[in-house]
């Protein structure tokens, strides 16, 4: 069974920051026994401890409860690298440039994978004077529909958001070489490279 915090992640933790159980527990308030407990998945810390633990080893509560250590690599955020989020619950949508752990609604929410626009997400691109209309071609009712559209280039993200009962369609100025993307609440993130 999951719990809270693994043993394995705090053992991770406190060695990467080259403290003995004993000098960790002393950081913050408690005794060796009691790390070697957590460690061993024979004790997990009270919740009042877990800011403290984090701090300790340097990582976010996030990280410390979910076992993944972020580490950027996109420091140049370099946005065609972007991620994007959604969270079911409430539809919020999240837009990231580096590594994150994220949580929306008391749930962690994956990075989405975008998929090749299919058949049934069909996108069209037309010009229209400096600009190119943007078209989907996808029901919008209120359980089916496109949720936003957004263009990523290297430098500008552009994000439209759409709604049940509109239409599937947006104006975008499109300059440089990105990728299109349009989120569909059933079938999820589509993409197409402009
Ligand atoms: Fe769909």
């Known amino acids: 069974m999951d719990t809270y ?33 957590w460690e061993t998945a024979k004790g997990l810390p009270d ?11 340097g990582v976010s509560v996030m990280e410390l409860m979910s076992g993944e250590t972020v580490i950027n690599r996109n420091a140049s955020s370099n946005l065609l690298r972007s991620k994007l ?39 069209s691109i037309e010009s229209v004077e400096d600009e190119r209309f943007i078209t ?3 029901e919008m009712s209120k359980k089916h529909f496109i949720s936003f559209i957004a263009y990523v280039t290297t430098d500008k993200v552009q994000f ?20 299109l993307y349009v989120y569909c609440n059933k079938h999820g993130l589509m993409k197409k490279r402009v």
């Open 85 to 123: 989020y959604v969270c079911p619950v409430c539809g919020n949508i999240i837009h990231t440039t580096g590594e994150v752990v994220i949580s929306c609604c008391g749930i962690a929410l994956p990075p989405l994978e975008a998929e090749e626009a299919d058949g049934e997400h069909t996108i």
């Open 5 to 37: 915090i693994t043993g394995t992640t705090v053992k991770r933790l406190r060695e990467a920051k080259g403290l003995t159980q004993l000098q960790l527990a002393e950081k913050i308030g408690v005794t060796a026994k009691a790390v070697s407990k």
């Open 136 to 138: 989907v071609e996808h």
């Open 160 to 179: 439209i958001k759409l709604y049940p009962e509109g239409n599937a369609e947006t104006r975008i100025q499109l300059r440089g070489r990105g990728c």
């Open 47 to 57: 919740i009042s401890l877990i800011e403290p633990l984090s701090q300790t080893l």
